[in-house]
């Protein structure tokens, strides 16, 4: 019996956390929660090192942006895939754009056209589940 893949989940909407979570659980998921960009980077500082993280942007202590700079500081979670969740407008997303994906992200997702089966589906191309 193999382990269950992790999502670390970085979002501090908790209604959206609680959606997310849960689907992600009935899929076959392990969720690891951070409410905040600080709550993420204490996670991975304690050695947590999720298969996944799906990261929101806008948040209101550390951002996005800068979780992911300093993931990129630490060797073992440079290769950890990030899929980004934003309401920024595309406009802006667009604008960004490079630095996304300098930063490594895989995919991004807007979030209120997206819902949690397409969530799950972005997952599923970046980290398929392994045979339970």
């Known amino acids: 019996m193999s382990k269950k893949q992790t999502v670390l989940l970085v979002e501090d909407d908790i209604i959206l956390v609680e959606m997310y979570e849960t689907k992600l ?5 392990r969720v690891e929660l951070a409410h905040s960009g600080k709550e993420a980077l204490e996670k991975l500082k ?3 090192v999720p298969d996944l993280i799906l ?6 202590d550390v951002n996005g942006f800068e979780v992911l700079k300093e993931m990129k ?10 899929i980004m969740l934003t309401n920024l407008g595309e406009a802006k997303i667009d604008m ?12 991004y997702l807007i979030k209120s056209r997206h819902t949690p ?3 799950v589906e ?3 191309k970046v980290l398929p589940l392994s045979d339970v």
């Open 25 to 29: 659980e009935m899929e076959g998921y």
């Open 46 to 48: 304690g050695k947590l």
């Open 55 to 60: 990261l929101d942007i806008l948040m209101p």
């Open 73 to 82: 500081k630490i060797p073992d979670y440079r290769s950890i895939p990030v």
């Open 96 to 107: 960004n754009q490079e630095l996304i994906y300098a930063l490594g992200v895989r995919d």
């Open 117 to 119: 089966d397409e969530v």
């Open 122 to 124: 972005k997952i599923r």
